[in-house]
């Protein structure tokens, strides 16, 4: 029978929670055309270990990593309304070897927006972006960003109001969905300072929502049988995308 000594088994556990980790990912750069900015300088910083994912979504972390709305310590980046802009996810640097995050993490990722509140419990939260699992290519937005060096490329909508915004990135990786809590999701967020809007939303608005407070735990996009369904029927979890899609 195989025994282990303390210091022994201790090494384990560390290599073995060093692996988990190396797994995991964060928002590491963000673009505007050709340009761009690395963590730190207006990415957010994250409480606590940078890598690791949010596991309870019931909580202020949900948000972006952290407790806050706005932080001080980050400056806004200046972006025009209707323009491109680029997230880019990496573990440890921005090479293009450094991958996003583990194969084995597959899930969709999604977007937002939020106008920036004193109160950042009083922020309403808008989607701008998704991206679940496309039947036709058998790929997930995860491995979609990993064949493109962990980027992303959205457009700030046009049709919103000037001003400062959170905007927030999301990866969640399905591999230990199948049970409640076993979800992993990967927030950070990026302050903006919007210019060139229309200053106005489109009619209809659009579907503002709470974090925390926009999922549930029985979700069919959170709570799901990753293994046994393998995306034929996912469902991306929070609300509808804005602007919606014209119809062709």
Same mark, same amino acid.
């Given at each position: 029978m195989l025994s282990l000594s303390y210091s022994?088994?201790?090494?384990?556990?560390?290599? $073995?929670?060093?692996?988990? +980790?190396? &797994?995991?990912?964060q928002l590491y750069n963000v673009a505007i055309g050709t340009t761009s900015y690395k963590r730190g300088?207006?990415?957010?910083?994250?409480?606590?270990?940078?890598?690791?994912?949010?596991?309870?979504?019931?909580?202020?972390?949900?948000?972006?990593?952290?407790?806050?709305?706005?932080?001080?310590? $980050?400056?806004?980046?200046? +972006?025009? &309304?209707?323009?491109?802009?680029s997230v880019v996810w990496h573990r440890s640097s921005d090479s293009p070897s450094d991958n996003m995050v583990a194969p084995s993490h597959r899930g969709p990722c999604m977007i937002y927006m939020g106008k920036v509140e004193k109160n950042p419990d009083d922020i309403k939260w808008?989607?701008?972006y998704e991206l679940g699992f496309n039947k036709d290519t058998d790929k997930w937005c995860s491995d979609v960003a990993r064949d493109n060096h962990g980027r992303v490329d959205v457009v700030i909508p046009k049709d919103i109001e000037d001003g400062k915004y959170l905007l927030r990135t999301e990866l969640l990786a399905l591999h230990r969905a199948n049970h409640v809590?076993?979800?992993?999701f990967y927030p950070n967020c990026v302050q903006l300072d919007v210019s060139g809007s229309s200053n106005k939303f489109l009619d209809p608005p659009?579907?503002?929502?709470?974090?925390?407070?926009?999922?549930?735990?029985?979700?069919?996009?959170?709570?799901?049988?990753?293994?046994?369904?393998?995306?034929?029927?996912y469902v991306i979890p929070g609300p509808k995308v804005y602007p919606p899609t014209k119809p062709n």
């Open positions: 022994s088994l201790a090494i384990v556990l560390c290599a $073995t929670a060093g692996h988990l +980790v190396s &797994a995991h990912t300088e207006y990415i957010q910083p994250v409480v606590g270990p940078y890598l690791n994912p949010v596991a309870n979504f019931t909580t202020n972390e949900i948000r972006c990593r952290n407790t806050n709305g706005a932080s001080p310590q $980050t400056p806004y980046l200046s +972006v025009k &309304a209707g323009s491109e802009f808008f989607k701008i809590w076993g979800a992993q659009p579907e503002f929502v709470e974090f925390p407070g926009a999922y549930k735990s029985d979700d069919p996009g959170i709570l799901y049988k990753y293994w046994q369904d393998k995306g034929m029927n």
